[in-house]
Every structure is written in C-alpha cells, then in structure tokens.
C-alpha cells in the first residue's frame, strides 16, 4: 500500500478506536438515563429496522461496528441517544439471543408500523437495557 | 461543472424540491427521489442542513467503502458540518441495481468514524508536500 494510503488507514483506525472508547467511557450512566427519559420504539417492515430512541431531543450522530447495530450518540458528549437495527433479521442470526426481547420489543413497535411509540420502560427495561447497553458497550 | 459554491447553490435548489439524480464518483446516475428524502429527514432530523451537500459527496467523496454485509457503497465527506457536527463526514449509502449501472440513495446521515469494515472502493489522498 502506497505511504499515503497507510497514513490516512492509520488516522481512520485511530478514529474508530477513540470513538468507542468515548462511548464506552461516557455511557456508564446508561440504566439511569434509560429509566430517566424512556424510550421509543419503531419498526420499519420495509426496511425490516427496528429503531430504539431516549425520549429526548438532543443532535445526533450515528456509528457502526459492525454494521447492523447503529449507535446513535451525542456528538460532543457520546452520551447513547438511541440504537438502530438495521435488517433485524440479520441480526438475529448473528445475535440469536437478542431473539426474546427482540420479538417483545417488536410487539410494542408493531403497534404503529413506521412511527415511534413510547415503550413502557419499567416492564420492558430488561429488553431496553440489552441493545442500549450491546450499543454502547 | 461550476464553482463549489456554484455546485452548492445549484444542488441545494433542486435537491429542497424534487430530490436528484447525481452522476457518482464512480460515473454512475445516482437517484434520491423526493418520499424517500421526507423519510430520512424524518428519521435523521441532523442530516436536514447538510441535505442539499449529499450531491457534493457523491460526487466528489473523501472515501467510498463497500459494505461488507449487503454490498452497499458509503460515501464519506468530511469538514462540510458545522458544530455541534463539526467531526462528523455527511454518510451517505447507495445501493447500486442493473448490474451497477444505476444507484440509489438509501440512506444518508451524520457520522465521525468508519468501521474496518468491507472494501475501500476509493480515498482522496493528502496532497504530497
């Protein structure tokens, strides 16, 4: 690989690195915020994207690992603001432990297909909790 | 092609109205059309100052990288964003049809690092001093 190349690849590693070392760091916090705001939930079945998102209005920026769970956090702070699931199918294949508390998630977003509705947060902070936390971790 | 600013000004009035086909990087037409950009903006209500740049980036990218996972094209631009984004490339993915002739704009949103993921298909080297 041409030097240049390689110096861009390193900067763009050490990026990646200290992204997820900010979220993790700024997210210990997290059971109390979720339980704090609440959280919505959507399901889009075109897109087969379920969506989990803190009741709060706050900028955003989203980022990936591995490119089927999407990370939304607060670009100064890297406080977690919500979780994307892009092809929840695909994930459950690789994730196929997620299945139960995806499938009672979904049951609360498939009330309104495409629209965010408010999840009970008590009852289902459990479910909550393990795709925020795999997000922010 | 015009001036960047020429680009901008173009590109932002017809993007606000009737979304857009762009020609990509690649050579290849590249469509956003106007529900599904109502759709994005809805979801990524961050994205909606930077919309009108998604042209600008498919056409002139920092970095293409293939997804591994379902083959799609993102497309990175940095320093177009204003704080409290000002780290953040305007993302936007592309889902190639007919053979990879012709693409699509599947989703576009603000993001500060790229995962070591799939293929670079492309990056703009710093210029050698």
Known sequence: MDEAAAEVMRHLDEEYQATWARIAAANEDLRERVLSHGMLLCY??????????????????????????????????FKLLGVEITGLQDFLAAHPE???????????????????????????????????????? | MGTLPELREETTRRAMNYGFTVVDKFGRPVTLDHSNRERHLLKRPDLAPYH????????????????????????????????????????????????????KVMTAWLSSSVAPLGIIRWMRLPPRS
């Open chain 1, 44 to 77: 889009e079945p075109d897109e087969d994207t379920l969506s989990l998102r803190l009741n709060i209005a706050e900028p955003a920026m989203a980022e990936t690992r591995d490119d089927l769970i999407w990370t939304y956090v607060h670009p100064q702070t």
């Open chain 2, 52 to 103: 009108h740049l998604v042209p600008i980036v498919l056409r002139d990218p920092d970095l293409v990288n293939e997804s591994a996972r379902d083959g799609h094209y993102h497309f990175f631009r940095w320093r177009l964003t204003a704080p409290p984004h000002e780290h953040c490339a305007i993302r936007v993915v592309v889902q190639y049809f007919d053979q990879g002739t012709r693409g």
């Open chain 1, 98 to 137: 997620g299945r139960p508390s995806a499938e009672r998630l979904l049951a609360i977003a498939m009330q309104a297909p495409g629209e965010f509705v408010p999840a009970p947060v008590v009852e289902n902070a459990a479910d909550l909790l393990l795709f925020a936390g795999a997000a922010a971790a």
